[in-house]
């Protein structure tokens, strides 16, 4: 087989892909349609273009999973993170950069390296042979969405993502909730059990609802089309179309009995389902939402039981193309259906800048070892890259798989540390540490040139 790797997108995670590799010694071909095919979003034909903030956000290793991201990616050598590093701008505790600079950099860093080439091209089909990455990120283009589509079935390709928040199990009070299925569906104990229930009274409710109608909410980006459809509207366009229409919908209180307070029965219910395999994370059913982020906080945290809720991430809508990685892709990133593809960045399910990058890293190592011959030691789950990717390719529920940010959530319960908020600093210090150490092993045990 052809030993050249094949890049399709020059975003964050095509970039960073490519130069891991080409630092490798693989030569690596770039695809990228810009600036000749256009998106609604990018303005320029640079690699690495920043589409909206211009912010990788906390740059905190100790007590931040994006950072602890930013701390491991710069250790393995990142493209993205040390091009962000020298053009950064005064932003506290965030890593913002100056964005035209630092993609401008990106660009002629990869076209400086003598095997990194970049053809002008929109790729529109998946290739049967040779060495390939998708990292045509959420906006990848129409035709190669149609060709993909075809490849894993309707139903495993997302064009929209529509997040319900989801919340620390630790942050919710289980003195007011309890965890029921409706009429207690489900063979064993533990699908008898599988939902958290938040009670409502009909005041709560009533309070709940003008919430709703009277929060901030987000605007769609010009070009990107409302296009939700009935199984997955926003909660407040649900209130909008009549004050009883989530007591009738979500927060139906029907085959559910508080056994906190059996005699009354709750005029409203809120459901929350498990997000994860480790059981640390729970996503609100039925809650996607385009109120503002801050707007989000206020307004769950009126939900009896979430009073004290922290947010592993809040809800939103938005043109995305995503894969349903779980079911479609194997611990390397590659389609199990075509191992010759292996997919990066947004587009598996992850979400962010950073997210995306860090993602384009671990595919360009594991696309070089592979053509190079190397054995690459598996990622170590307890880092953040092996937390994120652990979660998108087994980890997450594969029904109600959505993207997903880099989060504490995501990693492996730390023994003999206190849980809930108090405990949040020494936990959050005690899963860097582990991250940092696992990290460097993992870095040491493979062939890279300095
Ligand atoms: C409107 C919008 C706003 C966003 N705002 C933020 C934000 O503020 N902060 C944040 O962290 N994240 C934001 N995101 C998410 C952000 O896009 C990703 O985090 C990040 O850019 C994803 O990196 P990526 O490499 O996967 O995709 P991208 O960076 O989008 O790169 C994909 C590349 O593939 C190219 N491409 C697509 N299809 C083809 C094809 N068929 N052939 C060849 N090339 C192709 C595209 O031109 C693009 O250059 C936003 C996304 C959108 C859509």
Redo the contacts with the bound molecule.
């Keep these: 087989m052809d030993k050249t790797l094949h890049i ?9 892909a490519a130069w891991q590799a080409a630092r490798l010694g693989v030569d690596v071909v770039i ?4 600036p000749k ?6 303005r320029t034909g640079n ?11 906390s740059d905190d290793h100790e007590q931040n999973a994006v950072g602890l991201l930013h701390w491991e990616m710069r250790q393995a050598g990142s493209l993205i993170m040390t091009t962000a590093g020298e053009h950064r701008l005064p932003a506290g505790g965030a890593l913002a950069v100056d964005r035209d600079p630092f993609s401008e950099a990106v660009t002629a860093k990869l076209l400086a390296l003598p095997n990194v080439s970049v053809s002008e ?4 089909e998946l290739p049967s042979d040779g060495h390939w990455i998708f ?7 129409g ?3 149609k060709a993909l589509q075809q490849q894993t079935g309707a139903e495993a390709l997302a064009f929209f993502d529509a997040i319900a928040p989801i919340v620390y199990f630790d942050t919710i009070d289980m003195d007011t909730a309890w965890l029921q299925s409706r009429y207690d569906k489900g063979e064993t104990e533990e699908e008898q059990k599988a939902y958290i229930n938040c009670p409502m009274t009909k005041e709560q409710y009533e309070g709940f609802v003008d919430a709703l109608l009277a929060a901030e909410k987000t605007e769609f ?1 010009e070009g ?1 089309t409302a296009g939700y459809f009935d199984g997955c509207l926003p909660i407040e366009v649900m209130a909008e179309r009549g004050r009883e229409t989530l007591r009738h919908g979500p927060m139906k209180p029907i085959g559910l009995t508080n056994p906190h307070n059996p005699e009354q029965k709750a005029y409203a219910v809120v459901q929350l389902r498990r997000d994860n395999a480790l059981g640390t994370l729970y996503n609100i059913v039925g809650f996607q939402t385009k109120m503002k982020y801050g707007a989000q906080t206020e307004v769950f945290r009126r939900i009896p039981g979430l009073e004290n809720a922290s947010f592993a991430r809040l809800g939103g809508i ?3 193309t995503f894969l349903n990685s779980p079911t479609l892709l194997d611990a390397q990133m590659r389609l199990r259906a075509r191992p010759n593809l292996r997919f ?5 399910g ?8 860090s ?2 890293l671990l595919a360009g190592r594991m696309a070089a070892a592979e053509i190079l011959g190397h054995e690459l030691p598996a990622v170590p789950q307890d880092s953040a890259h092996g937390a994120l990717i652990h979660h998108i390719t087994g980890g997450a529920e594969a029904k109600t798989f959505q993207p997903m940010n880099v989060n504490f959530g995501l990693f492996r319960p730390l023994e003999g540390l206190r849980g809930g908020r108090r405990g949040r600093k020494d936990r959050y210090k005690g899963y860097t540490d582990r991250a940092k150490s696992v990290w460097q092993e993992w870095l040491a045990a493979q062939e890279v040139p300095a």
């Design positions: 399709v997108g020059g975003g964050m995670a095509g970039s960073e695809h990228e349609m810009r095919v256009e998106t609604f979003a990018h690699l690495a273009e920043m589409v909206c903030s211009n912010s990788f956000r091209e929109e790729v529109t990292a045509t990120g959420p906006l990848t283009s035709a190669l969405g980006h990107e938005h043109r995305n990066a960045g947004q587009i598996t992850v979400e962010g800048y950073v997210e995306s990058a993602m384009g």
